[in-house]
C-alpha cells in the first residue's frame, strides 16, 4: 500500500521532516518527505495498512513547535513502491 501525504499548517522550520523520518523509519516504512515551495511538507510512505495508519497519527500530531492545520491524503498505485526505497529526506544536507 502507498499513500502520498500533504501536511499544511505550521510544519517548516520545525524539524517535521526530521520527525517523519524518526516515525517512518521506525515503522520500517519505504519513501521519502520533502518540503514543498508552497510551505507544506509531502511524503510518500509504502507499507502495511497498519503501519501507515500509525504514520498518518503521527502526522497529525507533528513534533512539538508544529501546528498542523490540513493533512491531505490519497492512494497511489502499488507500483509507486518499486521506486522507493529506505525512508529518506529529500533536499536535506
Known sequence: MVLHFLIQGR??????????????SELDL????????????????SGSE????????????GPRGSR?????EHYLEDREADSLDSFRIEGAW
Open 11 to 24: 510544519v517548516q522550520g520545525v524539524g517535521f521532516r526530521w520527525f517523519v523520518h524518526r516515525e517512518a
Open 30 to 45: 519505504r519513501g521519502w518527505v520533502r518540503n514543498t515551495e508552497d510551505g507544506e511538507v509531502e511524503v510518500v510512505a
Open 50 to 61: 497498519a503501519d501507515l495508519a500509525e504514520l498518518r497519527a503521527s502526522l497529525r500530531r
Open 68 to 72: 498542523v492545520d490540513q493533512l491531505i
